[in-house]
């Protein structure tokens, strides 16, 4: 069984700071994915970032990284210059890897942080 | 990326109706889809793992003879919501994940029984 946690109901950021949301995870499977996902007040699910669990960088997408470590079980996103748009959702969520691509569908969900960019 | 597309987007039905979400890949072929539901300011719950050509993998908890599920081609699954009941009112969100990349999302469906 897999387990994320996020313990940040909600994170305020002025307009143009950096903001950190956290993410810990629970897993017996060896390989997995991790992925932040954004989700504003229309529902829509919009993917940020991925990091495989053997991945040796750190991801980086844009103003999104993910602050990954591995013995910690944490996978932190790191949003860089917020912007007023950032507002919204934010959901982490991890799969097991090495099933094939279905893997990648059936994600596991933490409780999600509401973020908050104040102009 | 990858479409999903989801409809209807909202739908409003009276206790005891049925109602039907469909969820198609656009642009791509999925053997596999998935269903969750997620209430206000909530995590999303993964439902089911809908399986072209055969039947529904339900999770524990979930009721299959209410929430049918039909994967009837490699684009098309179906989420029906059976003798809805306000308590069935909630945030129905599908995926699908093309060969070896992140999962892609319908835009969701709003349900509310009245």
């Known amino acids: 069984a897999q387990k994320i946690t996020q313990t940040q109901p909600g994170m305020f950021v002025q307009e143009k700071e950096a903001v950190t949301l956290d993410c810990t995870y629970d897993t017996s499977d060896p390989s997995y994915g991790l992925f932040w996902y954004k989700q504003p007040s229309s529902g829509e699910m919009i993917f940020l970032i991925y990091?495989?669990?053997?991945d040796q960088q750190n991801a980086t997408e844009g103003r999104y990284s993910l602050n990954f470590q591995k013995a910690r079980k944490s996978a932190n996103l790191v949003i860089s210059a917020s912007q007023l748009g950032d507002s919204a959702m934010y959901f982490c969520a991890m799969t097991p890897w090495g099933a094939g691509g279905t893997s990648y569908g059936k994600l596991t969900f933490g409780q999600g942080t509401i973020l908050t960019v104040h102009p | 990326g990858a479409v999903v597309s989801q409809h209807p987007s909202r739908v409003i039905c009276k206790s005891g109706t049925s109602v039907k979400i469909e969820c198609r890949s656009l642009d791509f072929q999925a053997t596999t889809m998935f269903w969750y539901r997620q209430f206000p300011k909530q995590s999303l719950m993964l439902m089911a793992t809908?399986?072209?050509?055969?039947?529904?993998?339900?999770e524990q908890g979930v009721e299959k003879d209410k929430f049918l599920i039909n994967h009837a081609s490699l684009t098309l699954s179906t989420l029906t919501v059976t003798s809805a009941h306000p308590e069935d009112s909630s945030f129905y969100i599908c995926s699908a994940t093309p060969q070896d990349t992140e999962a892609f999302f319908g835009q969701g469906t709003r349900l509310t029984v009245v």
């Open positions: 809908s399986n072209e050509g055969s039947k529904a993998t339900y």
């Open positions: 990091q495989g669990s053997y």
